[in-house]
């Protein structure tokens, strides 16, 4: 998904268009509610584009933003409340305040957790105000005499998850014993090689090979990282490209047997199908032609904080998500820069998933990590 737009100056409280005139219907709002106001509308201009994606850019490859302030970084989220949904991010050394996909205004400090919007009028700047609980973490803001909740999201340690819809051996047997569909025409022979054979900098995290999935259940018995060799060697060329700024990359999945795509399917909500393969047509990760990956510090060996989680089935998963903070969208970027030089496209739907541009010269496979082992010689 891209944003973007034109400029407008905005107006009334902080120029604030309702969110989605579609989503509310349409209501006016008030200079004592930002969120409701639709006196004006705002898009964000294109000295602001780079917040929808172009924040990495490669003729300047190590300007690398400087990290948020460490007191501004429990603030940054998204808030939601009867008016409508609005995200407090970080650009520039700045705490922005972005309602939907337009209006972008600059939150003015006035004490611990105290911020100010200014407005367009005179007198019609706002004061808001984060909520914390007994432990300190941001639960709402205060804004215009409404209270606007904090969505939950997953913490840097935490994965997400969810309840499949069948208990996961009830979903591996069944899928299992189906088979996937059937292809007409003409593949080449699969030659599927492990990542980190061929490039030993590549870190594996496979986290279906442990309960720190979505399913929070192991589905592959050992970590592996397989795919078809013309894919590989393009991700070990990524790969040392990357070690010139200082970052190697890490493998959460590759090579996937179709009835693990199976599993997913079947064990997802319907709502959530757009964030999992329809074993109906078989997934690029079954072909070997498809990678989940992120990035890690060469210096300290960290994996990179980027603006969501893996898996996580959220818009802050989509490549071009506008929160978070400078350095998340620009790591981010980096890392979609540096596969499609490869080859690769990103997920529409998630920034860690790559499909090599070759997916659909190879056959959809269902076999096992130990399968292929024994297959060697």
Request: hydrophobic fraction near 35%.
């Amino acid at each position: 998904m891209r944003y973007g737009g034109v400029r407008c100056v905005a107006a009334g409280a902080v120029g604030a268009l309702l969110l989605g005139a579609g989503l509310a219907g349409g209501q006016a709002g008030t200079a004592a509610n930002p969120v409701a106001s639709g006196a004006a509308s705002a898009q964000v201009g294109d000295e602001k584009r780079h917040l929808f994606g172009g924040q990495f850019d490669p003729r300047a490859p190590e300007a690398e933003p400087a990290a948020v302030k460490p007191e501004w970084a429990g603030l940054i989220g998204e808030f939601e409340g009867d008016q409508g949904k609005f995200y407090v991010l970080e650009d520039e050394g700045k705490l922005m305040f972005l309602l939907g996909k337009s209006d972008f205004e600059t939150f003015e400090p006035k004490g611990a957790d105290v911020f100010e919007l200014p407005g367009s009028e005179p007198k019609s700047s706002q004061t808001v105000t984060f909520q914390r609980d007994a432990a300190g973490q941001v639960t709402g803001v205060a804004m215009g005499g409404e209270i606007y909740k904090r969505k939950p999201f997953d913490g840097p340690n935490d994965f997400f998850h969810i309840t499949p819809l069948k208990p996961v051996e009830v979903l591996r047997k069944e899928a299992l014993a189906d088979r996937p569909p059937a292809e007409t025409g003409s593949f080449r022979k699969p030659d599927l090689v492990q990542l980190n054979v061929l490039d030993p900098t590549i870190k594996l995290d496979i986290r279906y090979a442990t309960s720190r999935n979505f399913l929070s259940s192991p589905m592959y018995t050992e970590a592996r990282a397989y795919m078809q060799r013309p894919a590989a060697e393009a991700v070990v060329r990524v790969s040392r490209k990357l070690h010139a700024l200082g970052y190697g990359l890490i493998i959460h999945d590759s090579y996937r047997p179709w009835y693990v795509t199976k599993m997913f399917w079947d064990g997802t909500p319907v709502a959530d199908h757009g964030f999992v393969a329809n074993p109906g047509k078989g997934s690029k990760h079954n072909r070997g032609c498809a990678v989940d990956l992120s990035l890690y510090s060469l210096k300290t060996g960290e994996e990179i904080r980027m603006t969501g989680g893996y898996d996580e089935m959220s818009e802050r998963s989509y490549p071009f998500y506008p929160g978070g903070t400078a350095r998340e969208r620009w790591h981010r970027d980096l890392l979609r820069h540096a596969m499609e030089a490869e080859g690769f496209t990103v997920n529409e739907s998630e920034w860690w998933h790559f499909d090599y541009k070759d997916w659909a010269l190879y056959p959809i496979l269902n076999l096992t990590f130990e399968e292929m082992e024994g297959e060697k010689p």
